[in-house]
């Protein structure tokens, strides 16, 4: 009888990155439903009728905006370290060591809030700081595990698991909020067991975060399980990657501005990658990407309760809808890019580019359209085909790096994160102070600020993006006798200590951008 394979290992790191990112993105957005329940408009049934009731929290909508939006602060400032602890301690550790971090500070936000809105700010900003390396670790694995031909498909099912942390985060989060448990002494309105939902989503990503430690593995070299022929396959079919730890020097892009001699101990070409046209395509893309998401995640159950009149449990199912579309879509888009006559065919260019257009411009449309809906069902339809369609950017800007620079993906993202969080920051403390009246005449402006902002973003990758391997992707040029750092592609003949030079086969631009 023959013995039968274990199931293949990159796909097993896959999935469990699809699982990971799920509970990560309900830790992240399930304080954006708990604020319906919390400080929204909420009832009381009594006997057969209901009632409109004072919330729990008397928070003012700037109150709200900056509850929501203080996750980010932390996730700023940990974005680009994020990189440097990734190659320091290893992906597999930043992320399993992150989530566990993350789900006792879930648990715990009901205190935080009880404590006062400063200790829920600073809960929320530390939540921050430990989501923030997640991302670029997560990019470092896949620079180990995802053979070039195959980034699109391995990375679009694992990327998809947000979009389920927020289908999660919303609909059973509703669920929860109303039937669930943990509501305070003397709370007895709709939705007054919201505590439950942080219980119930701490206790779920802790149990991932220890399978994480059980069956996650670094690299293909250090997996027990794996089959030989896969192991030989993935290693012949990658580009290079920083292998390396990072030191502090490394990481902060501000190298780039001091002196040649400096900039030769650094071994990330930061002057090239801030000077890159299509580093700031994916940059401006994923800012504004981030922007729209971040306006629905945050401000879309505070839309459809201010405007609608929707309660805790009818927002919660509402806006399940639209990240089922959207992780329906990116998975599908994933797999279509893995086909052999799509690689065939398209340079990874124009699929980065195809994709992103597409998953930016209709969306736009859509969103406009949402602010003048009639109904909250026509208001859902139009957010729910924006969405979906908008997870498409995810395979477009959200894994170039790997195209651009595999060796430093997890640095890359680490930069556009710090970027795209900006995005996070200002799209619910601008929302609130829009909203101030919450009329549907504010959200109709609301709306086509998010619509503009998201095709500038596409246009801008449009016409400087690219899916070509950049020019300083294997490492950092040595300085040329006059003092100054050489700016022309490496050879052989002219190789840095610091520089692992790629294979001759490799496409390499061979002039700066």
Known sequence: MATLRPPMARWSLSIMGFFGFMWLYALRFNISQAMVAMAGNVTIDIGNETFPTDPEFDWSKDEQGLIQSSFFWGYTVMALPGGWLAGRFGGKRVIGVAMLINSVLCVVTPLAAQAGTGVLMMLRVIQGFAQAPIYPSMHRLWGKWAPQSEVGPLTGVCYAGPYI?????????????????????????????????????????????????????????????????????????????????????????????????????????????????????????????????????????????????QDVMQTGLYLALPYLAMWIVTTLAGLLLGMSWVKDRFSFTVQRKLVNTVGSIIPAGFLIWTGFAATATQAVAFITVSAGLSGMQMLGAGVNHLDLAPKYADVLMGFSNTCASLGGILAPYLTSALTTDKTAHEWQRVFILTSSLVVVGSMVYLFLGSGQKQWWADGVPAPSPDGDVDTQPLTNSSRSPYVDVEREEDEVLKEPL
């Open 165 to 309: 942390g927020n289908i999660m985060a919303y609909s059973l989060g509703g669920f929860l909020s109303v039937h669930g448990f943990g509501a305070h002494a003397g709370q007895n309105y709709n939705g007054a067991n919201w505590p439950s939902m942080f219980y119930v989503f701490g206790a779920g990503a802790f149990l991932w975060t220890v399978l994480w430690f059980l069956i996650a593995f670094e690299s293909p070299s250090s997996h027990p399980w794996i089959h030989h022929s896969e192991r030989d396959y993935i290693k012949s079919n990658l580009r290079p990657s920083h292998e390396e730890p990072y030191t502090l020097l490394d990481i902060f892009p501000f190298v780039a501005c001091m002196s040649p001699e400096t900039r030769a101990r650094c071994r990330i070409p930061w002057r090239a990658i801030v000077l890159s046209r299509p580093m700031w395509a994916i940059n401006i893309s994923l800012l504004t990407f981030d922007y729209g998401m971040y306006m629905l995640m945050t401000n879309g159950p505070e839309f459809l309760n201010e405007v609608f009149d």
